[in-house]
T-cell receptor, first 113, second 113 residues
């Protein structure tokens, strides 16, 4: 198995632009998580899905952030418009409902200038 | 609110020595899981060890072991015979019945030659 695949690995964008981060979970996993990592706040849960349905989006910072999971093999996290304070590493993780371990992608380092 | 606290932002240890990383958490739930994840410079999140709250026996994985004190809500990680490859960021995580992972802010461990 290729593991959780995220793209792009690095993204540099200008303030005000739309940014879309992508994630392909491990096949057969029914939970998908989006996390944001910063030095100050560590790993923060933004949103998670179960069977493609958003269960908890209380961590989404504001309306500029949105996430979708149109099918079991793909999810996106969109920021529109982006701001410099959104600069962080964004991780996607997936988990099988029968297991406790979450598997993480390599993350996307986002820099908003 | 359910929180995870790692009070040691940075630590260092000599190669072959033993080091203990601290973690405390806050929850009113009785059944949950605890984890330690390692994040080396490659940014990949790697599961080191996990503990089920209903098990009194402390989990061990080769050179890694935990000291789980449920009443004190403490979950420390002990690394024995430290190796240079153990240099990484270590995150303590907690998964309550809601199935989402709550992470601490991390401890940066440096193993010195």
């Amino acid at each position: 198995d290729a593991g959780v695949i995220q793209s792009p690995r690095h993204e540099v964008t200008e303030m005000g632009q739309e940014v879309t981060l992508r994630c392909k979970p491990i096949s057969g996993h029914d939970y998908l998580f989006w996390y944001r990592q910063t030095m100050m706040r560590g790993l923060e849960l933004l949103i998670y899905f179960n069977n493609n349905v958003p269960i908890d989006d209380s961590g989404m910072p504001e309306d500029r952030f949105s996430a979708k999971m149109p099918n079991a093999s793909f999810s996106t996290l969109k920021i529109q418009p982006s701001e410099p304070r959104d600069s962080a590493v964004y991780f996607c993780a997936s988990r099988s409902g029968g297991r406790t371990e979450a598997f993480f992608g390599q993350g996307t380092r986002l820099t908003v200038v | 609110a359910q929180t995870v606290t790692q009070s040691q932002p940075e630590m260092s240890v000599q190669e072959a020595e033993t080091v203990t990383l601290s973690c405390t958490y806050d929850t009113s739930e009785n059944n949950y899981y605890l984890f330690w994840y390692k994040q080396p410079p490659s940014r990949q999140m790697i599961l080191v060890i996990r503990q089920e709250a209903y098990k009194q026996q402390n989990a061990t994985e080769n050179r890694f072991s935990v000291n789980f004190q449920k009443a004190a809500k403490s979950f420390s990680l002990k690394i024995s015979d430290s190796q240079l490859g153990d240099t990484a960021m270590y995150f303590c995580a907690f998964m309550p019945g809601t199935y989402k992972y709550i992470f601490g802010t991390g401890t940066r461990l440096k193993v010195l030659a």
